[in-house]
């Protein structure tokens, strides 16, 4: 900026919860972006490109139900089963799955079944549910369902249900002037370059995984450049490390996962690239990522990163018409839909799972 003769604020958030807690959804909520221009920011990955794809909001809740102690085989009668709400709840559920737009999710975890003893009635138990789906009203109707269907379980079982609402996320909405800014310095700064040692270890975890694994990863790099996007991933074929650009367009396609960063695009106008910090094809959420994050490998795409974002930042800095772009784009977007929280006031961030 000094370099520039160009005044302005950079404000650079360490945003917490991010993968499991939805942090910057909370963030939103107390203001913290209420004054900001626009926002940028990035996502680790395999490939170096736009993060360009809408995602699905999402909302989490833990279904908790209390019921009465017996012995299970003496006095099975004076028992009233909290595992038994759990296990008709999750029943419910799934055929709840034929009734709600295709590209819904439900995801759960039985994060307490009762205890370890089966000649026990449990008379606690609890299940946590995550509800996707493509536009947060759609989230919130199938989580009304699911909420009526844990109370008929608790019905059923004459068990007392108790809900408490975790956290949630609005889908994100790519601003496309943004990122045209933003991909120009993908290209502009390259790939990072890797060492022997780098491309053996890549080359030991490649040897982990799957035909199914590499077929999935072409699949999501296609999705970020629509049709050509698609005859592009084929020619991938297995490498350890992509060597250019992954091609941009201008989609609806979805990103099925969802993000936090959903909430500040509702807001201001946002855009986020895809830096490779891991060997191509790695899945997402496996100890084969862990492996690679504190590597070399995953620093220099992080450090890529910081420069695409750096560059991109200063580029509205210096040039008022093209943050004008992004703002116009963005009120033409948002239109008339006001931006609402997904977290209700009053709830708070719950401690990391133990």
């Not at 974002?309 to 093209?322: C, D, I």
Request: aromatic share 10%; hydrophobic share 40%.
């Amino acid at each position: 900026m000094e370099q520039h003769h160009t005044g302005g604020t950079v404000r650079f958030y360490g945003c917490p919860g991010e993968e499991g807690g939805s942090g910057k959804t909370f963030m939103v909520r107390e203001g913290l972006f209420d004054d900001v221009d626009a926002a940028v920011t990035w996502h680790p990955e395999g490939f170096s490109g736009m993060f360009n794809l809408r995602t699905l909001a999402n909302i989490q809740a833990a279904f908790s139900f209390k019921g009465v102690a017996a012995h299970a085989a003496n006095s099975p009668h004076l028992g009233r089963s909290a595992l038994d709400a759990v296990t008709l709840m999750n029943t419910g559920a799934n055929f709840l799955r034929e009734h709600i737009v295709q590209e819904a999710r439900l995801h759960h975890a039985i994060t307490n079944s009762g205890g370890v003893s089966p000649n026990v009635v449990q008379a606690d138990a609890e299940v946590l549910y995550l509800i996707r789906a493509p536009e947060l009203p759609q989230a919130q109707a199938i989580y009304e369902r699911v909420i009526n269907i844990a109370r008929g379980a608790a019905l059923m079982t004459d068990t007392t249900l108790t809900v408490r609402f975790d956290k949630a996320c609005s889908d994100y909405v790519p601003n496309r002037a943004l990122e045209a800014v933003m991909e120009r310095y993908l290209h502009q700064f390259g790939l990072p370059d890797y060492s022997d040692e780098e491309r053996a270890f890549a080359a030991e975890l490649r040897a982990t995984l799957t035909d199914d694994d590499l077929r999935n990863a072409r699949l999501n790099v296609a999705r970020t450049g629509g049709e050509a996007g698609y005859a592009w991933a084929e020619q991938l074929g297995d490498r350890l490390f992509m060597d250019e650009v992954a091609p941009y367009a201008v989609t609806r396609e979805l990103l099925y996962g969802s993000t936090d960063v959903g909430d500040v695009s509702w807001v201001t106008p946002t855009a986020q690239c895809f830096a490779p910090c891991f060997t191509f094809g790695t899945p997402l959420h496996t100890w084969q990522l862990v492996a690679q994050g504190r590597t070399s490998i995953g620093h220099k795409g992080m450090f890529l990163a910081s420069k695409v974002m750096a560059a991109t930042v200063l580029t509205l800095l210096t040039e008022p018409q093209a943050l004008a772009g992004c703002r116009a784009e963005f009120e033409r977007v948002r239109g008339a839909q006001p931006y609402y929280c997904p977290i209700p006031a009053g709830i708070t961030p719950t401690k990391l799972a133990e």
